[in-house]
């Protein structure tokens, strides 16, 4: 005789919550846990993934702080917790370091720069960037104080690592912003979730334009291993977060009100000849292949208006060398060079004819 499935547990309560989209739901579980047994690490560090999401970043790091008092030497429960974005009220130097082992340094000065300097005194430090790898003083940061542009972040962002890419999306709304003074559509080259676009749409009120935006992904991973590009053990960690289940239809359900958005599903550059517009003034390439990117920006070139912005997602950094040697090469046939940006982006302006 069969036994009887055990009932889930309140943390696998909580966690199927979270995991069905249910944020304030897996918030309450988590909490009504914690009332009751306030030293459990992984709940506490389950409160903090889920405020994280809701944009409760405060609460959110005081949940991890809490995570790492109640058991400090837990690895596992550290590869957990997303890196934070933002200012750590409440935790000590020491958790810091071990909530941070990639990115110890850019975090502890950024909350040196908040808790140490008086920025009354010292103005210009005031304005500290930290996030994505990228650590900026005596910056205005401009773009964090429009309320389009936050708004656009907030309501697009589904995870932390998108949040902190924000430096990266102001490059994008500025590339297109300058290409709507130009005829032609925009394309987006590796689409994920959706983020990156979904803010360009958003603060280009993309909706009410004349102009149709195109989005091409496999929405299923990376196509193939290429060892040139990657080792195995690099690629087979971007499939795991690019090969998640319903990743196609959260993007398809983003956008299925807006006619003016095309999303062709497949691998570039063969998907290319499902769909594609005949005038381009805005691309951005994020396929994390420089093959796939390199043949794409041949089926593109002529078909880019002069002054067409093109913004190359991974070109500065370490670990995609072989993505810059490829555009570096291409774009030499065309006498041109590529503009790195400390976000890791590179940026190409094609000229007049």
């Known amino acids: ?142 773009f964090m104080a429009d309320p389009a542009f936050v708004r656009a972040v907030r309501r697009n962002s589904t995870c932390l690592d998108e949040d902190t890419r924000i430096w990266r999306v102001h490059t994008l709304v500025w590339a297109g912003r300058n290409a709507l003074n130009l005829p032609g559509d925009f394309v987006e080259l590796g689409v994920l979730r959706g983020f990156m676009s979904g803010c360009v749409f958003d603060c280009l009120d993309f909706a009410g334009l004349p102009r149709r935006f195109f989005l091409y992904d496999t929405f299923e991973g990376l196509a193939e291993f290429d060892p040139a590009d990657h080792s195995e053990n690099f690629y087979n960690s971007l499939q795991a977060g690019y090969s998640q289940e319903g990743i196609y239809e959260h993007v398809r359900d983003r956008f299925a009100p807006y006619p003016n958005v095309i999303i062709v599903k497949g691998a570039v550059p063969g998907s290319l000849a499902q769909a594609a517009p005949e005038r381009v003034s805005f691309m951005h390439v994020d396929l994390n292949s420089s093959k796939a990117e390199v043949a794409a920006l041949e089926f593109f070139w002529e078909r880019l208006v002069p002054g067409a912005h093109i913004v190359l997602d991974d070109y500065g950094w370490s670990a995609f060398r072989e993505q810059k040697r490829a555009h570096d090469a291409f774009f030499a046939t065309k006498k041109l060079a590529v503009l790195e940006l400390p976000t890791g982006q590179g940026v190409v302006v094609k000229p007049p004819r």
Not at 23 to 51: I, N, S, T
Not at 73 to 96: F, K, Y
Not at 102 to 126: I, T, W
Request: charged content about 20%; glycine content about 8%; cysteine-free.
């Open 1 to 142: 005789m069969m036994e009887a499935a055990s009932p889930p547990s309140p943390i696998e309560q909580a966690e199927a919550l979270e995991r069905q989209g249910d944020l304030p739901g897996a918030e309450a579980a988590y909490r009504r846990l914690l009332a009751q047994a306030p030293g459990d690490a992984a709940a506490w560090a389950g409160l903090g993934k889920v405020l994280d999401q809701m944009f409760q970043r405060g609460e959110a790091l005081r949940a991890y702080g809490r995570a790492l008092e109640s058991d400090p030497g837990n690895e596992s429960l550290l590869r957990q917790m997303p890196p934070p974005s933002t200012d750590p009220e409440g935790l000590t130097e020491n958790q810091l370091h071990a909530l941070l082992p990639g990115f110890s340094l850019p975090f502890r000065l950024n909350a040196k720069a908040r808790r140490f300097l008086d920025v009354d005194a010292a103005p210009n430090l005031s304005s500290v960037f930290q996030g994505d790898n990228l650590i900026t003083f005596q910056k205005s940061v401009g």
